[in-house]
Every structure is written in C-alpha cells, then in structure tokens.
C-alpha cells in the first residue's frame, strides 16, 4: 500500500500539551507520527485516555498541535488561519461523533444541508444532494423527521450522510457505534466499508473496540499519547 498509494495525512512529531507551564502541565499526544494512505480504511485504537480523540480533533483540524507537523494533502495545516483551517474542515473532512451532533430543531434533510449552505451551494442543488444522500443510507423516508424522532442508528445515518453532503475525501469517525447496539452498529460499519470500496474514501476509524479495528485496512495503537504499534487488519466486513 505505502508504494502505491499517495499520502493524504502526514502527521510527524506532533505534541499536544495541555496545562502548559504550571504543575498539572500534561501532554495527551508525545510524539506521534502516522501517515494515512489515500482510500484507505485505518482504524486508531486505544483505551480511554490514550489520546484517540485529541489526536482526532487535530487530524480535523479542529485543534492544533503544541509542536509538530501536520500535512493534509500536502498542505501544512499548521501554518493555516482560523478562515483557512474552517475551509479545510468544510470541504476536505466529513466528521461523524458517537454523539451524532445533530441540530435538534431541525429535519433530517436541513441537518444534511447545513454543510452545503456554508460552502455557499445554492439551495436547489442542496435540497437535491441532500435527499440523495440520505437515500443512499436508508433514510430516505425520514427526511422531514427531527431527531428526536429518530433512533440512535438512524440519527447515525443522518450524521454520515451529513459528513458526506460536500463529497469530502476523508471521513473521520469518533466511535461511531459505542452508542449503539450491536446489530445496529453493524448496518453502520457497513455504510463505512460501502463509502471506502465504492467511493474510495479514506476512512479514519477511532474505536475502543478490536473487533471493529480488525475489518479495517491498517491499525494503529495508542497509549499513553505515543504510537505503541501498526499492523495490518483484514480490510473486510464480517461476514465477507
């Protein structure tokens, strides 16, 4: 994979400290380096407090490292504005959280237009993907219901479909079936390794669990912040 494959995340040295300065200073992230392949599905798997989900928000951009390096398709993300690292998340990252972050007020369909209004796609274009994109998951009947209306697997299905509304090439996912059961967790991986075969998005998977880091391409373990191991996973669903 790593000859024939161009590298959409470079991630090198990177620190993240908290508290810096005082006595309860603490870095989350010390040192890590990882490279993501384009079209590859990569799961970073680690026990609570190993860093996942800092090392995520960076990825996302939606924090910066302390110290290192950060490349996105060859852009240095670390040397990016407030307006420019906004562009990057709209644009280049679909994000889906174990918590969905829906907009509770507001119908499946307009929750999955949101990403679109921002990027300035006219309203007729928006309405239109939307609605293709929420049939693409199976929700195409629910498309005028609130959240609240809503299962957790179905909320889910929105919120990816939501990732996917400005055709992003990575999707990163936050746990995004710790709160769900199993059978419903399964219809969602499923959709991840649809996106990843069929549309060749690269899929960032941070999970707790082994079992979903296995179907993946590649996994690589946190601890304690620092990168503990890489190996490859089978890259199939159960069941394939």
Known sequence: MEETRKKCIEITGVVKKYFIGTPNELAALDGVDIDVYEGEFLAIVGASGSGKSTLMNIIGALDRPTEGGYKLDGLDVTAANDDELSAIR?????????????ISKTSALKNVEMPMLYAGVPAKKRVERAKELLNDVGMGDRIKHLPEELSGG????????????????????????????SKTGRLVMDIFHRLNKEQHKTVVLITHSPELAEECDRIISLKDGKVTGVRPGSGKAVGE
């Open 154 to 181: 179905q909320k889910q299905r929105v919120a990816i479909a939501r990732a996917m509304s400005n055709d992003p090439s990575i999707i990163l996912a936050d746990e995004p079936t710790g709160a769900l059961d």
């Open 90 to 102: 709209n644009r280049k990252i679909g994000f889906v959280f174990q918590t969905y972050n829906l």
